[in-house]
């Protein structure tokens, strides 16, 4: 039997990242809020239970081997814990730049696992999914996360979903940069108590883009910004045209800023576009809750927007 589901894999935003400690293991213990946006990567899932193993195909950008893509790993991880037999053939559209601090393959890692349980019927309860998210990255529990909207501790695998504020226009500057995480982490002082004075405990303030834009800071900023001028010369850029706040997301060379209205972020983006013809804008918006892939053809479908 052959079932088949399309979808799109959202990207996201570090609304507030900050971080706390730096482990004898070299990880870096952090503090993030974490947004799911209205854009991301598309893939389509073809699940032949008569089939055997993974088979990845990529378009719209070069990603290597794809036995070492996370989308490919979430696959075979899938198989091996559920015991389900069958294989796989997963068709990557990429939307989201590599290194771009947007989370692109965490969040293709983290749907393929939601679709395929759905596919098979569910045979992973919850917990065991987020065990498997986490052996595949520090982001990727988020998008197994009931809500889109959420904050985490530690490695960024220790989730606390809150009700997300209302949706919201949001730009995204993708410039030709591309920054690898572990080289950003390295850019850190490891002298230097980075720990901010108290964590965010008012989770009132995170209910209103008001109270966000309080808090919405980013501890890579600095360092970045002095690899790379582009970067802050886009993320004053964005403040110009008037966005609620504009930052840096996660370890990445992506800039986005949040807006009040779409006919505003329409109207910057054009003119961001014609300052920086180099740099890739994007106009979308903060989603209130996951696309939940349903096999086509079947009643709570999502297709592609």
């Known amino acids: 039997m052959i079932r088949e589901v399309e979808f799109r894999a959202p990207a996201k935003l570090n609304l507030r990242l900050r971080i706390l400690a730096r482990e004898l293991s070299g ?31 990529v378009s719209g950008a070069d990603l290597g081997a794809p036995a070492r893509n996370l989308a490919h790993r979430a696959a075979t991880a899938y198989f091996s814990a559920s015991g389900i037999r069958g294989g796989v053939r997963i068709r990557l559209e990429k939307e989201v730049p590599v290194g771009g601090g947007l989370g692109g393959g965490s969040s293709d890692a983290g749907m393929v696992l939601r679709a395929l349980n759905s596919l098979a019927g569910e045979p992973l309860e919850a917990a065991a999914l987020s065990r498997l998210a986490g052996e595949l990255g520090a982001d990727v529990p988020f998008f ?125 983006a054009d003119r961001l576009r014609k300052r920086f013809p180099e740099v890739r804008f994007v106009v979308t918006r903060t989603r209130t809750e996951f696309p939940q892939p349903r096999e086509e053809g079947r009643p709570g479908d999502i297709g592609v927007p």
Do not use: C
Request: hydrophobic share 40%; charged share 20%; proline share 10%.
């Open 144 to 268: 197994l996360s009931p809500v889109p909207f959420a904050l985490a501790w530690g490695r960024g695998d220790r989730i606390l979903p809150l009700p997300p504020p209302e949706p919201a226009p949001v730009v995204l500057a993708l410039p030709p940069v591309q920054v690898e995480t572990p080289w950003a982490y390295g850019l850190l002082d490891p002298d230097e108590d980075m720990r901010p004075e108290g964590a965010t405990h008012d989770v009132g303030a995170l209910g209103s883009w008001e109270g966000l834009s309080d808090l919405a800071t980013n501890d890579f900023e600095p360092v970045l910004f002095r690899h790379h001028p582009l970067l802050q010369n886009l993320k004053e850029a964005i403040s110009e045209e008037g966005a609620h706040f504009a930052l840096l997301s996660g370890s990445g060379s992506s800039l986005f800023g949040v807006f009040g209205a779409a006919e505003r972020a329409d109207r910057a």
């Open 27 to 57: 990880y870096h213990q952090i503090e993030t809020l974490f947004a799911a946006l209205d854009w991301g990567d598309r893939l389509r899932l073809t699940w032949d239970s008569h089939g055997d193993g993974v088979e990845l195909e």
